[in-house]
């Protein structure tokens, strides 16, 4: 079966190396999200960029519109999820970047894919029942306490993703 998918922040440090891997079969369509931050850059895709199933797309996980209107178009049938804020340092002086990308974003995706995969709670459309959302997010920020943003945006992330997946009864995993 030939998939459709969605690869966000893959322009990244832990993404770029993703694409790379499995860019390599060739059934596969892959579209990297990434709004090249300062963390991210086009020369770490330089090797896929010239595959003929390698697409880019800049734009950012907080945009719900933008969000919605890809999967409307692109009809993806799995999602990796790597976008994020996360250099703790930064969530120091600088946290809403982190609840937006790392919550809203999160959500954002979501509840996209929800909406294109799914018909209601635990009603998985036929078409997309080998449908599946991987988030790559990070563990180390629940070490922190007193909520910094970081080490909230992480637990509140997976609360709230756990939940999302189970009510809803998608395939979802999620790797610390
Ligand atoms: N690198 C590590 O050692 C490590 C370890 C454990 C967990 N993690 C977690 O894995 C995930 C990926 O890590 P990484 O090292 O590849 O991160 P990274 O900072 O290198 O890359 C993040 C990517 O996301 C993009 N991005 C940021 N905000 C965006 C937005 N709003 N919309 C679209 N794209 C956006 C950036 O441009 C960048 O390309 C993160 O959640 C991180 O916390 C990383």
């Given at each position: 079966?030939?998939n459709k998918i969605?690869?966000?922040?893959?322009?990244?440090?832990?993404?770029?190396?993703?694409?790379?891997?499995?860019?390599?079969?060739?059934?596969?369509q892959?579209?990297?999200?990434?709004?090249?931050?300062?963390?991210?850059?086009?020369?770490?895709?330089?090797?896929?960029?010239?595959?003929?199933?390698?697409?880019?797309?800049?734009?950012?996980?907080?945009?719900?519109?933008?969000?919605?209107?890809?999967?409307?178009?692109y009809q993806f049938n799995?999602?990796?999820?790597?976008?994020?804020?996360?250099?703790?340092?930064?969530?120091?002086?600088?946290?809403?970047?982190?609840?937006?990308?790392?919550?809203?974003?999160?959500?954002?995706?979501?509840?996209?894919?929800?909406?294109?995969?799914?018909?209601?709670?635990?009603?998985?459309?036929?078409?997309?029942?080998?449908?599946?959302?991987?988030?790559?997010?990070?563990?180390?920020?629940?070490?922190?306490?007193?909520?910094?943003?970081?080490?909230?945006?992480?637990?509140?992330?997976?609360?709230?993703?756990?939940?999302?997946?189970?009510?809803?009864?998608?395939?979802?995993?999620?790797?610390?």
């Amino acid at each position: 079966m030939k998939n459709k998918i969605l690869i966000t922040g893959g322009a990244g440090f832990i993404g770029s190396n993703y694409v790379e891997l499995i860019i390599e079969n060739a059934e596969d369509q892959i579209y990297v999200l990434d709004n090249l931050t300062y963390a991210g850059n086009l020369k770490n895709l330089e090797t896929v960029s010239h595959l003929p199933n390698y697409n880019f797309i800049k734009g950012d996980i907080c945009d719900e519109t933008l969000i919605d209107s890809l999967f409307k178009e692109y009809q993806f049938n799995k999602v990796v999820h790597f976008a994020a804020e996360s250099h703790v340092d930064n969530s120091i002086t600088g946290p809403g970047a982190f609840i937006q990308t790392n919550i809203v974003g999160t959500f954002n995706l979501l509840h996209s894919a929800y909406r294109l995969w799914m018909n209601g709670p635990n009603q998985l459309k036929e078409e997309y029942n080998n449908a599946r959302f991987l988030h790559v997010s990070t563990d180390d920020g629940l070490l922190i306490l007193y909520c910094k943003s970081y080490a909230c945006t992480s637990s509140r992330i997976r609360l709230f993703y756990l939940q999302r997946i189970n009510s809803c009864g998608c395939s979802g995993i999620r790797y610390d």
